[in-house]
């Protein structure tokens, strides 16, 4: 059995350089590689290119990599949580690609099946159509998108096993699965990790073959952006 496993984030994350273009999976501050995030900021890398769900929010997330100046350009569908994101944008600073969230999944999806392109009827006669190619299919105009390509994808699962087989929890598996073997190279980072065959193949979301590297991450916050809590009054 090919073992995938590395010892820490720092030998995770070799080969990482200025100018790349990494995809980080998670949705909201759900799932999100905080390992990865926090060594990317550690490692100072500039002039990034991050294709994500979402920025974060300011202090946590890839929000951390925005207050360093690291990302030289966002591509994601929602970036509401994120005040320094919007000063970056609005200021000039930050080159933002707001894409459909669907649309941003299957971008990664085709590249994760080696489809170089896919047609969608998401954004025909928006901005999103700008300059790209449209076709009519059965009555209803299509826009075609391309695969994204990307240097590293940093995904993070619940359980993972030596070989690289994933299984996610709830949420976290919107993005993170479809960024998986998207990338050159897929840096995966999981709450426990377990010998190989530790795993029920029913079980599991992304096989060990979409996978480079593994590896057992810590100390994870799973912070909440919007924390709303139900009152006794609104609980009759």
């Not at 990664?108 to 025909?124: L, V």
């Not at 073959?209 to 609104?234: A, N, P, S, V």
Request: aromatic share 8%.
């Amino acid at each position: 059995m090919i073992k995938k496993t590395v010892s820490n984030v720092s030998s995770a994350l070799k080969g990482v350089d200025n100018g790349m273009t990494f995809m980080l999976g998670g949705f909201g501050l759900c799932g999100i590689p905080e390992n990865a995030i926090a060594e990317l900021v550690a490692l100072e890398i500039k002039d990034i290119t991050c294709i994500s769900n979402n920025a974060g929010v300011d202090d946590f997330g890839l929000g951390l990599l925005l207050q360093k100046r690291q990302i030289k350009k966002m591509i994601s569908s929602y970036v509401g949580e994120n005040d320094e994101f919007e000063r970056q944008m609005l200021s000039g600073e930050l080159d933002v690609e707001l894409t459909p969230q669907g649309t941003l999944a299957e971008k990664c999806r085709a590249a994760q099946a080696g489809f170089p392109a896919f047609y969608t009827p998401a954004g025909f006669g928006t901005e999103v159509a700008e300059g790209k190619e449209t076709r009519e299919f059965d009555g209803k105009m299509h826009v075609l998108e391309p695969a994204f390509k990307a240097d590293f994808a940093f995904v993070k699962a619940w359980k993972g096993d030596e070989a690289g087989n994933l299984i996610f929890k709830g949420t976290a598996r919107n993005f993170n699965a479809c960024m998986c073997g998207a990338a050159s190279v897929t840096v995966a980072e999981v709450e426990e990790l377990l010998p190989a065959g530790s795993l029920d193949p029913n079980e599991i979301h992304i096989p060990g073959i979409f996978i480079q590297r593994i590896f057992q991450g810590e100390k994870y916050e799973k912070r909440i952006e919007q924390l709303t809590l139900r009152t006794k009054e609104d609980a009759r």
